[in-house]
């Protein structure tokens, strides 16, 4: 646990998760032991590989820095206050509102037991994914195109599950009981080579990144792209910019904006480093109707700048729509174009093309 004193709600709830992680761990074993004879890897990797968890598993925590909240942006917002908060507080969740009951409020409540229920909203995790895989567009690019890559300290106060938590997944663990998740990334790697988001990838290599995460070099092998494929991670108590922030990888389409300038004046402030990763770009013919509905060529060729869209382009769309709802209501309601725009960052990610050097 870090040093941070954490409220009573936080730490039942990570006390919960540790629990239904200990109620999995012997049968884990028993399978990645299987797993691990059959790829013909020693059986001395299982301990190296948790080690490893434990001491160098970084949560990341994506976000889209040029999103509204209230008369600021994202970014300008985390410059002046120093402190990254949760979806409950800024009312934000991947480009809609998060209001009290809503669905994210359920999935909550049965993950943790109930441990957050009635608490303020300041007590509440803050949502991210483990960066077991080191690609370059991070470990969930569906949620933004920038993220912080937390102090692998963090990751002590954190709890993870295989997948989302709207999913109710069953492997649930922390950094010290991790067995349940390593096995569910396994048993996927072995019956179908992929962990993760990345494909072809056979047990050998997935045990060969996750030994080999105190190397700070990103794998080669390109974007994820990975939308749906993720270790979700709970950070539980205040994540501070001036002293949990190992590195914020940011998207080049906000290069020389105003929203790049408040990552560059962030980064200075608080005194992490800044990465700008390759970022996706798209022209609007290659939008098709088949991958997250028929409406989005109509929607890329409305906000595309010079023919092409990229996280910059969504996102001054999503602040013109939220100044002026009345003026794209031949699309729909507020609601439903947000959900349009969040789409289309979907697609974007899957199949845009990486921005030359």
Not at 252 to 279: C, I, N, V
């Amino acid at each position: 646990m870090s040093r941070l004193t954490l409220y009573p709600s936080q730490q039942r709830a990570i006390a919960q998760l540790r629990s239904d992680a200990l109620s999995l761990k012997a049968d884990a074993i028993d399978n990645l032991t299987a797993i691990l004879r059959l790829s013909n890897i020693p059986s001395s990797s299982l301990n190296l590989a948790l080690d490893s968890i434990r001491q160098y598993a970084c949560v990341a925590l994506h976000f889209h820095p040029d999103r509204p909240v209230g008369n600021r942006t994202v970014a300008s917002g985390l410059l002046e206050d120093g402190i990254y908060k949760s979806q409950f507080e800024t009312g934000i969740s991947n480009g809609l509102v998060s209001a009290p009951e809503a669905p994210r409020d359920e999935w909550e409540r049965s993950l943790s037991n109930g441990a957050y229920s009635g608490v303020e909203a300041t007590h509440r995790p803050k949502y991210g994914a483990l960066d077991l895989m080191r690609s370059p567009d991070g470990p969930a690019p569906r949620f933004g195109s920038c993220f912080f890559v937390l102090k692998p300290d963090v990751s002590q106060r954190s709890t993870f599950t295989f997948g989302g938590s709207q999913a109710d997944p069953k492997y649930h663990g922390t950094v010290e009981e991790f067995h349940g998740i390593l096995d569910a990334a396994f048993e996927e790697c072995f019956t179908r080579d992929f962990a993760l988001g990345v494909t072809n990838i056979r047990p050998s290599k997935l045990m060969k990144r996750i030994i080999n995460l105190n190397n700070p070099v990103q794998n080669e092998t390109g974007p994820s792209r990975n939308l749906d494929h993720y270790v979700e991670a709970q950070v539980h108590g205040d994540i501070l910019l001036v002293k949990d922030i190992l590195e914020l990888v940011a998207d080049p389409s906000f290069h020389g904006t105003d929203t790049g300038r408040d990552l560059e004046a962030m980064s200075l402030k608080y005194e992490f480093r800044l990465r700008w990763h390759q970022g996706f770009r798209m022209q609007i013919v290659h939008v098709t109707k088949d991958f997250r509905g028929p409406t989005m060529p109509s929607l890329a060729a409305r906000i595309a700048e010079n023919g092409f869209i990229n996280a910059k382009a969504i996102g001054t769309a999503v602040r013109v729509l939220s100044g002026d709802p009345e003026a794209w209501k031949d699309r729909g309601t507020l609601p439903e174009v947000l959900q349009e725009l969040k789409l289309l960052w979907h697609v974007l990610v899957r199949f845009g093309k990486e921005v030359e050097e």
